[in-house]
């Protein structure tokens, strides 16, 4: 379970520009309220793997009112900022985010009644031994929810999507939903379901797109300086791209553990 980029301040700074303070994935509350449609999560012990600033953990922790809500990611400058933002919002009580290293989860079984997951799971490359991780930590009848990134096949990657990949310079396993519904049955998984979310991320790209070089340009540059931000500009009109031929995809998981 390895990871070799930095989601450092620059990158950090621009994706809370483009999608709100706490996110570094596209959707921000709305999105995942979605990924955990009808789940009563009262009083349950809810792990957010990848948590990355803390946006989604602190807003199941407001709406859903879980007893105790654990993020956890690889990245210590992320872990410190989504710390600091749980204390300012007071949810620091039952909202903690500790860095962890790639690998084995460091939890006893049965730990937690829910795994939640936003756009992480994309940068662990062994799905496998990641589905068996995430089985062994819930507790029976415990539920699996996440959004995560795909390839939209197993074919081998074009030269646009190695294009892409290179540019945004981020550690990824991409892995087709096939390979996810492989793991996660064969973890133990029952239930498992998936929601496709492509259209719907491809058409916010193209519109970020256009944020990016035009609206938000201002305000954006001032905070990364103009180098990066027309890097950024690049990956994202790669990402454009791949989105538009549906090689890179995206949706929602759901698996029950029995
Ligand atoms: C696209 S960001 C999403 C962050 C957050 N879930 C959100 O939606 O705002 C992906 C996050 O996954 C983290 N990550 C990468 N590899 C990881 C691993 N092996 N275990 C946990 N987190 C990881 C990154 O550091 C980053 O913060």
Redo the contacts with the bound molecule.
Sequence with gaps: ???T???DDKLVAL?EVL?GD??????GDH??ALVLDGLDLRGKRVL??????????MFIAAEFEPAELI?????AG?VAKANDNAVAAGLSDRVSFLQ????PLPFPDDRFDLVF????????PDKHA?ARELFRVLAPAGVFAA?D?MSGSDAPPSPELLHYQQLEG??FGLASPDVYFTALRGAGFEQVSYVDRTAWLAARSHVELEDLDGRLRPVIEARVGREFLDHEVEVWTALCGVFDTCELGAGHWRAIKP
């Design positions: 379970m390895e990871q980029q930095d989601y994706l999608w706490g996110y570094l994935s596209p959707g999105e995942t957010d793997l990848g948590c990355g600033t803390g946006g989604c953990a993020g956890i990611d690889v990245e992320v962890i290293e790639p690998g997951s936003k756009d992480s799971i994309v940068h662990i990641l959004s990134w981020l550690g």
